[in-house]
Nanobody, 118 residues
């Protein structure tokens, strides 16, 4: 069974940094796109950043220049380096991946909470 497991969330002061990780485990052939989404209290889930199997990235305007997404294909892991964090970045961050097992399928992690507060 394929699983995505996030780690790295926590409490950080405004202006600080955090690095999120998400590792895919289980039996599968390959991973296509990987990405991060977030959901703040009372708001809909929104895209933060994505990266395809070739390394092409896409970012939400609100995080451009502050967040960097990367992946290690050998480790089936995607990372999100978050710098210059703001209180409005507070949310539960979810890992997302399109994984090819028998057919391509979308998977979600359970989420990791990020709180930016002084």
């Amino acid at each position: 069974q394929v699983q995505l497991v996030e780690s790295g969330g926590g409490l950080v002061q405004p202006g600080g940094s955090l690095r999120l990780s998400c590792a895919a485990s289980g039996s599968f052939f390959s991973i296509y796109n990987m990405g991060w989404y977030r959901q703040a209290p009372g708001k809909q889930r929104e895209l933060v950043a994505t990266i395809d199997s070739g390394g092409k990235t896409n970012y939400a305007d609100s995080v451009k220049g502050r967040f960097t997404i990367s992946r290690d294909n050998a480790k089936n892991t995607v990372y999100l380096q978050m710098n210059s964090l703001k209180p409005e970045d507070t949310a539960v961050y979810y890992c997302n991946a399109i994984i090819f097992h028998i057919v391509p399928r979308e998977y979600w992690g359970r989420g990791t909470r990020v709180t930016v507060s002084s």
